[in-house]
């Protein structure tokens, strides 16, 4: 469920310049397409007037470079006003040409929703192969591509499951490609600590593995999100992926927000103890550092959205203890700014119609009841 801090920083960096490239490009594209400078010509901005005047070298330019002063522009630049101030910012690739309207931009014809595309690699060890047959014959990739069809997104989103030697999973762009990749070892960890039964509450063998699934999926998929649709963050970005898992989740509504919450808490739910009867736990104090928030306060988060957006549904939140007073009465408020951050920065960006269809749908249908747990690892 942890992010690579470097790629996250790294993309944050891209992410400032191509918005403004995007937007610009966008504002370019409302006005007839610029001529192209021949050689010799020049053209002057006037930097009171904002006006634009063409001209033309007496003699050779190539002599006048160095007389002037002049600098190399690179591959290119934008000029853009704001006010009454002209400014001019490096722009190698960013700005798509008449002619090539692909890249990382947000440009009208590449948005556009069935933009997620899925991928079983192939593990080496050969105690994941049975998971890898597993996940394939469960077809989990494919319902979450299913579910995330209805967003419109710039570029192609990559979501998949590899070998990776450790139990992580992560949003990252791989040679400029967005994608989330969930490592095998996750998934098996998450398979080897499901409940043996029906535990408290109704919640099923099978309700864990699709919820913290669909949980830990989703929380990537937010990173994604973020970084496709340049959506701005105040806070955690960790917080805000884990908001946006929540939110998605609930949407299901009723029973099924209640199954994938439970379920997806599932394994959080063994760090918090009942409050009441064991009260005070011991940790390690580095941990409060993490960009990640605390087992216990991702669990408490979660558990405060879903009773804030139906206190009906998960009236039992706060009195089965795992809602303290403390927090319960100012959910309705928390999840209410999640929604507020979600129509504004996220919805726009998903066909509504395609989503009430997800919503209707029954996902995750040839995931079994019970699972024989895949080999534990050597
Ligand atoms: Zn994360």
């Not at 400032?16 to 021949?38: D, R, W």
């Not at 994604?224 to 963050?233: G, N």
């Not at 749908?361 to 699972?371: K, L, Y």
């Amino acid at each position: 469920m942890s992010s690579q801090g470097k790629s996250i920083s790294f993309i944050g960096a891209i992410v400032g310049v191509a918005s403004i490239a995007s937007n610009l490009a966008v504002a370019q594209s409302q006005t007839p397409p610029p001529a192209a400078i021949a050689d010799n010509d020049s053209i002057y901005i006037d930097g009171k007037t904002f006006s634009i005047t063409p001209g033309r070298a007496k003699g050779d330019t190539s002599t006048q470079i160095q007389a002037l002063g002049a600098r190399d522009l690179g591959p290119g630049a934008i000029v853009f006003r704001s006010g009454e101030k002209l400014y001019i910012v490096a722009a190698p690739v960013l700005v798509p040409s008449p002619q090539n309207q692909a890249g990382p931009n947000i440009s009208g014809e590449n948005i556009r929703p069935n933009r997620v595309t899925v991928e079983y690699g192939v593990p080496k060890s050969p105690e994941l192969q049975e998971l890898y047959g597993m996940l394939r014959e469960h077809r989990v990739l494919e319902d979450m591509q299913g579910i995330l069809s209805p967003f419109r997104l710039p570029e192609e989103l990559t979501i998949k499951t590899t070998e990776c030697g450790m139990v992580n999973s992560w949003y990252s762009r791989e040679n400029s490609k967005p994608t989330v990749t969930l490592c095998y070892e996750l998934l098996r960890h998450i398979l080897q600590s499901l409940p043996k039964n029906t535990g408290p509450g109704g919640i099923t063998p099978r309700d864990a593995a699709v919820g913290q699934f669909f949980w830990l999926t989703t929380h990537e998929v937010g990173h994604a999100m973020f970084d496709l649709f340049k959506v701005p963050i105040f806070g955690h970005a960790e917080d805000a992926a884990d908001n946006f898992a929540g939110y998605i989740m609930l949407q299901f509504g009723k029973e099924r927000a209640r199954r994938l919450i439970a379920g997806g808490a599932w394994a959080w739910r063994m760090y918090v103890a009942d409050y009441r009867t064991k009260p005070i736990v011991q940790t390690q104090l580095a941990g409060f550092a993490s960009n990640h928030g605390q087992p216990e306060e991702r669990f408490y988060n979660l558990m405060c959205l879903a009773y804030g957006a139906d206190p009906v549904t998960f009236a039992d939140l706060t009195q089965d203890g795992y809602l303290p007073p403390n927090r319960s009465p100012t959910c309705r408020f928390e999840y209410d700014t999640l929604a507020y951050a979600f129509h504004r920065e996220i919805s726009p960006h998903i066909d509504q119609q395609m989503a009430r269809q997800v919503l209707d749908t029954a996902w995750f249908s040839n995931v079994p009841a019970t699972f024989t747990a895949p080999s534990p690892p050597r």
